[in-house]
């Protein structure tokens, strides 16, 4: 709050338990002109009766009495102080509020009271936890925050469901007062790490259910240990964040995570997290040895105070479900200080090498060699691209005997090989220009503005060229898009489907992961094009992937496979549909542990795990 008049078009953040907050009520000679403008504020919402009525009462005791003007202020002053620290913040709120429960048609226990008790038992705890932010729909710099990690621009359009508040924590015990003061209240609260679920589950609601958004980005401390090759990450950083801190540690050290550096760590690690070299060490979730969690109490545990039966669950099986993860310890790995990286583009003959391929990159090459294969079309191009993606833990002449020997199809040449460092490896990847510097990974924000959906399967059994063939003649009925065939095999079948709560293990050849792309400029019709040829896709998919279930990431949500109906209690039964897919046999030791730690489903959204009823 700043001394300047009090308008709706000069408000700025506030703090709860910010000295300052409502100063320029407490200190202003001319308490009428105060008044009116709040009640301007507030002319429609009849939620600031509270406050209009107490400036009001201190108006007429001021001016009303024959006593000294400054005595009378000094006597009101403590406890209109109390009612200003209460109520200002509804002044924001509630009349958003009031129109998202109106617009959600919810029966819920989210009222106004809800909001008051919320925000004063923020107040209350000022001491003990620090000035807590919190944005209000009306504050200068709400959509700022909100959109600052929105990665995909479905969700940015005005009629998206928003938080009701959000509360940017900068210490973890601001964590632990917001998921008190949330559960005390009836607040339903989402957390967002990074901000890259394909249905934006981290910051809206699909079923309009009022919340509190909890954003990390400003948890994202990083303390690596080179000498016990491990380090503590913080749930608000990315990976691009990680993957240069460990850089500037060590050459010879790396982490097996994912492709796309601004994804935020505690989101990546709780599903799974795959990356160039899940072939040589699994999952990032593989390579968690321990966690700091605030539980639905409100304490913060770790791996020996939270237990095995929890530590297993939020390591793939989405950690939002059982609580708000602060932080994870890795276990760094090694990787060589010079390694080899290839981008081929396959310019004839795509159908027999990419059908020769589920065989080779799987089966028949060393596990330090990874090589994805990426299929696109743009706008600007008719035809489709086929590459292959390669990352070999060695050197080129290495990797060229290899080729030679496995995939003479290829006919790498020396001059396809490029040698760099492991970090050097992760620009590439992440599709930086060649003259970036490292420190690009700091970088939270993207650059593209896109629209996407996304789908995920698994693949058991190889494909043969005449169905790749029908596959290729279906995606060139989108005008963009983007398949990607990442390879098994390795570590990721050598780790049983139960050693954690990610299940999609031996047995599987190939993840694949498609895609539309678009220009949210486009329009809704638009729009409803590309997600209607993306779900045409999926279903076109279905004789040619796993079965029984048909199996998903979960690290690539998809809302088509099913969500929990508005205004009813979450179900076994319902869950059973998508976390079937999600989690396999996983699943049910996955609804034990939820039933155990969080059984009234304080942390849930739209697919989370439920309780057994």
């Known amino acids: 709050m700043t001394d300047q008049s009090w308008s709706s078009s000069s408000r700025s953040r506030t703090r709860l338990g910010d000295p300052r907050l409502g100063r320029r009520l407490l200190g202003i000679l001319d308490v009428s002109s105060v008044f009116e403008d709040i009640a301007f504020s507030c002319a429609l919402n009849m939620a600031c009766e509270i406050l209009q009525l107490e400036l009001g009462n201190m108006n007429l005791r001021l001016f009303g009495s024959p006593e000294s003007f400054m005595d009378k202020q000094a006597h009101e002053s403590d406890r209109l102080r109390q009612v200003i620290e209460k109520e200002m913040l509804k002044v924001e709120v509630w009349g958003f509020t009031l129109k998202g429960i109106a617009y959600s048609s919810t029966t819920t226990i989210f009222t106004n009271q809800g909001i008051d008790g919320f925000l004063e038992c923020l107040a209350v705890n000022f001491d003990q936890y620090g000035k807590i932010e919190v944005y209000a729909p009306k504050d200068a710099s709400y959509m700022k925050i909100l959109q600052s990690a929105i990665r995909n621009d479905r969700f940015k359009s005005p009629e998206t469901p928003k938080p009701l508040l959000i509360v940017t924590p900068r210490h973890e015990s601001q964590v632990q007062a917001t998921v008190n003061c949330s559960r005390k209240h009836g607040m339903q609260i989402r957390v967002r790490s990074g901000g890259h679920d394909f249905e934006g589950l981290s910051y809206t609601s699909p079923l309009l259910v009022p919340f509190v958004m909890i954003d990390l980005a400003n948890l994202r401390a990083i303390d690596v240990d080179i000498e016990d090759n491990s380090a503590w990450v913080q749930a608000g950083a990315t990976i691009g964040e990680l993957y240069y801190r460990i850089a500037m540690e060590s050459p010879i050290h790396g982490f097996p995570a994912g492709f796309v550096t601004s994804i935020g760590v505690g989101g990546h690690f709780s599903v799974g997290g795959y990356g160039a070299m899940m072939r040589k060490y699994g999952l990032a979730a593989d390579n968690v040895v321990d966690a700091r969690l605030v539980n639905v109490n409100g304490e913060i545990l770790y791996r020996d105070t939270m237990g095995e039966d929890l530590f297993w669950a939020i390591r793939g099986g989405g950690a939002s479900s059982f609580g708000v993860i602060l932080a994870f310890k890795i276990k760094l790995v090694q990787v060589p200080p010079v390694l080899t990286v290839s981008k081929l583009t396959i310019k004839q003959g ?107 399967d698994f693949v058991t059994t190889p494909l043969s060229k005449r169905e790749f063939r029908k596959i290729f003649n279906k995606f060139l009925e989108e005008k963009q898009f983007v398949a990607v065939l990442s390879p098994w095999g390795g570590r990721m079948h050598e780790i049983s489907d139960d050693e954690i709560a990610f299940p999609h293990r031996a047995g599987n050849m190939y993840a694949i992961t498609y895609a539309s792309l678009w220009s949210d400029e486009e329009g809704a019709q638009a729009s409803q094009e590309h997600v209607k040829w993306v779900r045409e896709m999926y279903n076109y998919m279905s004789p040619y992937v796993s079965k029984s279930p048909r199996a998903s990431y979960i690290g690539i949500r998809d809302l088509d496979l099913g969500f929990y109906k508005i205004n009813t209690t979450p179900t076994y039964s319902e869950a059973r549909i998508w976390g079937g897919k999600y989690f396999k046999g996983n699943f049910d030791k996955l609804v034990k542990v939820k039933s155990e730690v969080d059984p009234s489903n304080f942390f849930g959204d739209d697919q989370s795990i439920p309780p057994m009823t």
Request: proline share 5%; charged share 30%; net charge neutral.
């Open 350 to 456: 795509a159908l027999e090498i990419i059908q020769r391929w589920q065989h080779i990159a799987i089966y028949e090459v060393p596990k330090e060699l990874f090589i994805q294969v990426q299929i696109s079309r743009t706008k600007f191009r008719r035809n489709l691209q086929a590459e292959l993606q390669i990352m070999f833990l060695g050197p080129s002449e290495e990797l060229m005997h290899i080729m030679e020997e496995k995939f003479p199809q290829l006919r790498i040449k020396k001059n396809d090989c490029m040698e760099m460092s492991w970090i050097e490896s992760v620009l590439l990847f992440a599709e930086f220009p060649k003259t970036a510097p490292l420190d690009v990974l700091l970088n939270r924000t993207t650059e593209r503005d896109i629209a996407l959906k996304v789908k995920s």
